[in-house]
């Protein structure tokens, strides 16, 4: 196959077959062939790492760290500058070269003969070559597995990455990213060890949404229910969006007492749910929607937008000057606030420039209610019990996970409206917009959308249903009467399925579409031995649900 690119890791990828000129996100054929060496050249590093631990030689913290960043710049729609993939490519080298010094067994070393200094026109050769990128896998089985792999250690690097930044490791993670990075290099694999590879990733996906929660939870707080302006003030403001819960602390310790105010967008929205962060009386609301409807949104919000992780839209030449990045984010055009894990950053040029512009354009006005993480949810466990018990509620629906541009996602907002009335949605991630803003109601004080936080915090919706497993005494998971009905977009979202499928939860529906890197061989074993199916109709997917109910 000839082709500029090929990329097939989201959601929305061309004819859901793969991106082959330029890639649906905004990404360029440069940028992503720029992409596939820098994790090409990481599974180098990463054969090193392994091989340096067996013989007994310590990997430093910082190799962990910069290894983690390397799979986060890659998620989609994390970071559009060719220059911070050039620098990342030479620097990867680098170390990886360096590291070879101690190691004692260096044959049979995958790209050994690497070069480790070259220009920048011999390293876009080598990333266009057929050594790098998806399709060097022949075989379609293989290689569907193989990304499904790299693609949940992506996911799962980003969640690892969000702890790093507050101070939070689990080497027992780093080394086993690495040493599964490292197995992905093995030509003699089969099919069986990656199958069984797989499960291994979702293992350690729990362990790191398990990681974060902790992070999240000792330094912000436990989540709290928190009713959440939509509207806005009459002060100039500073929209945060991505990811990044030290980012928005640190803004808004930098921002307090300078009459700027300070709004979430999309996957911030949780911010508001945490103790610490919440106490912040200039941090007035959430603006918009979820990621995709920037455009329209960061143009009418008027101030300065700082995006502190994915998903970044590539930006109108209307307020890009107004945009701003920082962490894994980037974007040519846009200033880069520097700054790594643990390190305090200086906001001070998107404050003064906060200060010349207008206030917010008011879009939507009321409040959205969410906080509703594990521990929120298991202090009303009496109430959630005996609301069961009752029959007041008789099913739960996850619909967690992540939205996007294509039409065929107002299935959700169809769906959610449709659910009968004793029903409960639980969910986490920008799916939530969605339905979060419609009059579902509640179900004896409950209400019917329980919003655990972030996509991040999917590891809530697991706790509850584990807690739930235990309050009834079932022995199966799967004999909850809880529905996986879940949206997907990025890599962070494999990760999230994969830790479900470790702790043998079956029957997920998985839509708008399946993942275009699963090859048909792949989905049968996923059919076959988890129940994953796609999604229907709304009027179909009601009568499979709900049989009795119809």
């Known amino acids: 196959m000839s082709n500029n690119m090929f990329c097939y890791q989201c959601q929305e990828t061309a004819g859901c077959v793969g991106c082959t000129k330029a890639g649906v996100c905004g990404k360029s054929a440069v940028l992503s062939n720029m992409q596939d060496l820098l994790i090409y050249v990481t599974k180098g590093l990463c054969e090193v790492t392994t091989r340096l631990r067996k013989e007994g030689t310590k990997v430093s913290k910082e190799i962990n760290h910069f290894i983690t960043l390397n799979l986060f710049t890659t998620i989609t729609n994390a970071n559009f500058d060719d220059d911070v993939f050039y620098t990342r490519v030479k ?5 990886k070269n360096e590291l070879m010094k101690s190691l004692k067994n260096t044959e049979n070393l995958p790209q050994a003969a690497l070069w480790s200094a070259f220009s920048n026109g011999e390293m876009k050769k080598k990333s266009e070559s057929n050594e790098v990128g998806v399709l060097a896998t022949e ?18 690097a ?31 694999i089969s099919l069986d060890e990656l199958v069984a590879l797989t499960l291994e990733t979702g293992k350690f996906g729990v362990d790191g949404m398990a990681l974060l929660d902790k992070a999240n939870t000792t330094t912000y707080g436990n989540p709290e229910i928190t009713n959440v302006n939509i509207g806005v003030g009459k002060k100039p403001g500073i929209l ?39 106490k912040y009386s200039h941090l007035v609301g959430n603006y918009g929607n979820a990621w995709w409807k920037q455009k329209e949104e960061f143009e009418s919000f008027n101030g300065p937008i700082l995006m502190t992780t994915n998903c970044i839209v590539p930006p109108k030449d209307s307020y890009k000057k107004r945009m701003f990045t920082t962490g894994a984010a980037g974007y040519i055009g846009c200033k880069h606030i520097e700054g790594e894990a643990g390190t305090k950053k200086d906001f001070s040029e ?48 996850v619909m967690a996970g992540c939205d996007g541009r294509a039409k065929s996602r107002n299935y959700y907002t169809d769906f959610a409206q449709a659910l009968p009335n004793d029903t409960v949605i639980l969910t986490a991630g920008c799916a939530k917009y969605k339905y979060n803003k419609l009059d579902l109601g509640d179900i004896g004080g409950i209400p019917r959308v329980l919003d655990a936080g972030q996509c991040n915090d999917s590891y809530s919706l697991a706790v509850i249903a584990l807690k739930l497993k235990e309050v009834f005494g ?11 009905n879940i949206a997907w977009y990025e890599q962070k979202a494999v990760i999230v399925l994969l830790s479900l499928l470790y702790l043998g939860v079956k029957n997920i529906h998985l839509g708008p579409t399946l993942p275009a890197f699963l090859s048909p061989n792949v989905v049968s074993v996923l059919v076959d031995n988890f129940g994953i199916a796609g999604i229907g109709t709304v009027e179909e997917d009601m009568k499979l649900f709900f049989s009795e109910e119809v």
């Open 474 to 484: 079932l022995d199966d998971i799967n004999e909850l009467p809880i529905i996986y």
């Open 91 to 95: 620097e990867t080298l680098n170390y």
């Open 158 to 188: 980003a969640y690892s990455k969000h702890a790093n930044t507050l101070g939070y490791d689990n080497e027992e993670i780093d080394v086993f990213m690495q040493e599964a990075f490292a197995k992905l290099l093995n030509d003699n």
């Open 139 to 156: 075989n379609e089985d293989i290689r569907s597995l193989r990304e499904l792999i790299a693609y949940g250690l992506k996911g799962l």
């Open 350 to 397: 998107i404050i003064e420039l906060a200060k010349t512009c207008k206030a917010p354009t008011e879009i939507e006005s009321g409040e959205i209610v969410g906080g509703f993480a594990h521990n929120q949810v298991l202090a009303l466990a009496d109430k959630v019990v005996e609301a069961i018990k009752s029959g007041a509620i008789k099913k739960f629906v």
């Open 240 to 278: 945060v969006s991505g990811h990044d819960l030290s980012d928005i602390e640190q803004l808004l310790k930098q921002t307090a007492g300078t009459g700027v105010d300070v709004y979430t967008h999309s996957e911030m929205l949780p911010a508001h749910y945490y103790p610490q962060l919440k």
